[in-house]
């Protein structure tokens, strides 16, 4: 397995509380990538990074902040928890983004009640 | 607006059988093709990727890819009960493809003991 952890794996939160996702990676890899997965909809990016420092927004990233200050970590933020943040979510890596596969976390489920 | 269909089944198929699983994808710059399985509950484990036109076997699968049709299937061979999963097919589109993965919603296999 690719050497991918993601914390917590499960989190109940209130509406309007803070919320940081951590994932940790250990494959030295440049490309990293926030998704959420939901019934019905699949799995849809939130953000990416390509690099320390370095990211974007992807398809549903409105209520979601990211910051990747060093290589191995990619931390995910919902400023103020909604119900409808609801979701799995999964962190990714890619070696050299653009032609090589992606690799995937164990999943954060996350409850917003 | 890249978008990446699949039938969501259940496909349900015969122990010992050939399973066929089908995608099709909107942008005609795609040049990256991969094809997931998800176990339910688990993360997205990677099967497959194709990257030009024709096919490619490893093992029980074999990924194929028209992209003149635009269209990407998997073929598994010898169907077995743990083959009973659902199947994402994902996309990467051209210039780079930091900006990560399209996927459709997955089909759900059965495979019938």
């Known amino acids: 397995d690719a050497g991918i952890t993601q914390s917590p794996r499960h989190k109940v939160t209130e509406t309007g509380t803070p919320v940081t996702l951590r994932c940790h990676q250990t494959e030295n890899h440049r490309y990293m990538y926030w998704y959420r997965q939901d019934p019905g909809h699949g799995l849809r990016l939130i953000h990416y990074?390509?690099?320390?420092?370095?990211?974007d927004k992807g398809e549903v990233s409105d209520g979601y902040s990211v910051s990747r200050s060093k290589t191995e970590d990619f931390l995910l933020t919902l400023e103020s928890a909604t119900s409808s943040q609801t979701s799995v979510y999964f962190c990714?890596?890619?070696?050299?983004?653009?032609?090589?596969?992606?690799?995937f976390g164990q999943g954060t489920r996350l409850t917003v009640v | 607006q890249k978008e990446v269909e699949q039938n969501s089944g259940p496909l349900s198929v015969p122990e010992g059988a050939i399973a066929s699983l089908n995608c099709t994808y909107s942008d005609r710059g795609s040049q990256s093709f991969f094809w997931y399985r998800q176990y339910s509950g688990k993360s997205p484990e990677l099967i497959m990727s194709?990257?030009?036109?024709g096919d490619k076997e490893d093992g029980r699968f074999t990924a194929q890819l028209n992209k003149a049709s635009q269209y990407v299937s998997l073929l598994i061979r010898d169907s077995q009960p743990s083959d009973s999963a659902t199947y994402l097919c994902a996309v990467r589109s051209g210039g780079g493809g930091a900006d990560g993965l399209t996927f459709g919603k997955g089909t759900h296999l059965i495979i019938q003991p």
């Open positions: 990714a890596i890619s070696e050299r983004g653009g032609f090589t596969e992606a690799f």
């Open positions: 990074s390509y690099g320390v420092k370095d990211t």
């Open positions: 194709i990257y030009s036109n």
